[in-house]
């Protein structure tokens, strides 16, 4: 029996698109077999960051409504073993697919899959509960931003209600100048506010731009340091215990004292 | 110009100090769930009560959820935290 794991944020815009393509693609590439579910009906987006916007026939709501099975709908990615995406439908509405249908499809995937990975939409109607319904783990993205972490901790309230325990956190697009600035809240500013395990960190990187035009996950680029943090992840949920980057926030003594004399460090 | 800009930097002044502030008072009242009126409601029924015995200024009033540290484990905790100005106490209770 394989895992069902959602990846979830409250507000929109923050990673989750991303950090579930470049997750699913890890775990691909740790030998395992992934299923990517996009369940943002109506606003699908997961297919596009694939790059396999192209191989389209079938959709989530095909398979729900019983016009094609599960198989017809998951596209190969051919780069990866053992990697496949179910797209969301992009013509119909949140309210095409019931819970009840959602977690038969991800039972019915998680018996053949080792893990399914569920592409959550924004927000905390339907779509997420829709979502949520079938995941036996959860993971929320967040920035360092007031907005989001507010959004995030609505979001880790309404998982815990829904039997969701324990979700895990991924701090998305931090900028190490700001943090060192005391311009954005650091790791630990985070994990205390929001008070849940820390899954891990995502430095702010160029190269996520670059990785989604291109349509391939940057965590199959080494010299990506967001693709790096992405690598680390995957261990993690494998289970392993990988440290956390240093993004080492306290500056020594020396550091401060070429600062008042003038010397940038860089 | 730099070395001015040293003195003049309080801790405070980092933002992201004021960002974690701020949310920690707002998240307080997202996780309770308490709305404005039902804040009015208490503050109306408090009053209430203590008029009975006690000679309030009821411009000074003020109740507000915040948070607080729990003594045995240090834990922070939401806390309803009340401000009651008295006049005077009520001779007849006395």
């Not at chain 1, 997961?46 to 026939?57: A, F, P, Q, S, W």
């Not at chain 1, 053992?82 to 992009?90: D, G, T």
């Not at chain 1, 929001?194 to 010299?223: C, Q, W």
Request: proline residues 3%; aromatic residues 4%.
């Amino acid at each position: 029996m394989g895992e069902v794991i959602v990846i979830t944020s409250g507000k929109g815009g923050v990673g989750k698109t991303t950090t579930t393509a470049n997750l699913g693609t890890g775990l691909a590439l740790e030998g395992k077999s992934v299923v990517l579910l996009d369940a943002d009906i109506g606003l699908r987006n997961l297919d596009v960051v694939m790059g396999l916007e192209n191989r389209i026939v079938y959709d989530l709501v095909d398979v729900v409504e019983g016009i094609c099975r599960i198989k017809q709908a998951l596209i190969k990615d051919k780069r990866y073993p053992n990697l496949y995406l179910m797209p969301a439908a992009q013509t119909k509405d949140k309210n095409a697919v019931k819970p009840e249908q959602m977690l038969k499809l991800t039972k019915e995937l998680a018996e053949e899959y080792d893990f399914v990975l569920v592409d959550c939409p924004a927000g905390i109607e339907q779509g997420f509960k829709n979502a949520i319904v079938g995941a036996n783990r959860s993971i929320v993205v967040t920035t360092p931003e007031v907005s989001a972490v507010r959004d995030a901790d609505r979001i880790i309230g309404l998982l815990e209600a829904n039997g969701l325990r324990n979700p895990q956190l991924i701090i998305n697009r931090v900028k190490i100048d700001m943090v060192r600035r005391g311009d954005m809240m650091n790791i630990d500013d985070m994990v205390d506010i929001l008070a849940i395990d820390l899954l891990g960190v995502i430095p702010d990187d160029e190269y996520i731009v670059v990785s989604t035009n291109r349509g391939e996950p940057a965590i199959s680029e080494s010299k990506s340091l967001a693709g790096q943090a992405y690598k680390n992840i995957v261990k993690r949920i494998l289970g392993e215990n990988v440290p956390f980057m240093n993004l080492d926030t306290d500056e020594g003594f020396m550091a401060k004292l070429a600062k008042v004399f003038g010397f940038r460090k860089k | 110009m730099d070395l001015f800009k040293l003195f003049n930097k309080g801790e405070s002044s980092n933002s992201k100090d004021i960002a974690k502030e701020r949310l920690q008072l707002l998240l307080i009242h997202d996780r309770a769930n308490v709305s404005p009126q039902f804040l009015e409601m208490i503050k109306g029924e408090i009053m209430d009560v203590l008029t009975d015995y006690i000679e309030i200024d009821e411009t000074g009033l003020e109740i507000k959820l915040t948070r607080t540290k729990r003594e045995n484990d240090n834990s922070t905790i939401p806390a309803l935290v009340a401000n009651i100005p008295i006049k005077k106490m009520k001779e007849n209770i006395r």
